[in-house]
């Protein structure tokens, strides 16, 4: 008897720290971010370091502080691909998934956008934290999506190695 109420014991105190993980995976550590209208979506020309705000609507983001690369937003733009062509482009980007109740976001749809050709990735700003920047990307109908990505900098960083000359010193914590 003293065993099976240990087996039962155990098995709930699994069951409830699983669900606690999955709880604060994908729903606890993530907030809205507030729209600061004309501010939110910006891209990089290719003369300068400084980015320019973009025009957009029905903006929506979400945000969490246990990741640098956890932002993800959506909007819409009337822009068109022959107007964005003054902004720098990203090769080969990876849109990262967002949590499946961000329902704006398909990180799958706008991998098959960006490698038919249906969207296009631009710059939106370098080390908006240390060692990530903001990827842009527009479809043809102007939907827009936004998401974090390590740049090299943040890579060497993250896993360990040296980063050398190259890389801005690591900002105090």
């Not at 008897?1 to 014991?9: S, V």
């Not at 390590?150 to 360990?160: M, P, R, T, V, W």
Request: hydrophobic share 40%; net charge negative; with cysteine.
């Amino acid at each position: 008897m003293t065993g099976k109420l240990l087996a039962i014991i155990l098995l709930a105190s699994a069951a409830l720290a699983g669900g606690a993980m999955y709880y604060l995976q994908v729903y606890g550590f993530y907030y809205e971010v507030e729209a600061q209208p004309g501010q939110d979506v910006t891209l990089l020309p290719h003369d300068t370091d400084t980015p320019v705000t973009i025009s957009y609507e029905q903006f929506q983001a979400i945000d969490a502080d246990s990741s640098p690369i956890r932002y993800r937003a959506c909007f819409q733009t009337e822009l068109g691909f022959d107007q964005l062509q003054a902004y720098q482009r990203v090769e080969n980007p990876e849109p990262l998934t967002a949590p499946g109740w961000f329902d704006c976001y398909d990180a799958v749809e706008l991998a098959d956008d960006l490698k038919s050709g249906r969207a296009q990735a631009f710059l939106g700003a370098k080390n908006i934290r240390y060692g990530v920047d903001r990827i842009v990307a527009i479809t043809e109908d102007g939907a827009g999506y936004v998401w974090h990505a390590l740049n090299n900098c943040g890579e060497k960083a993250y896993d360990g190695t040296v980063v050398g000359e190259e890389c801005p010193p690591r900002p105090e914590s």
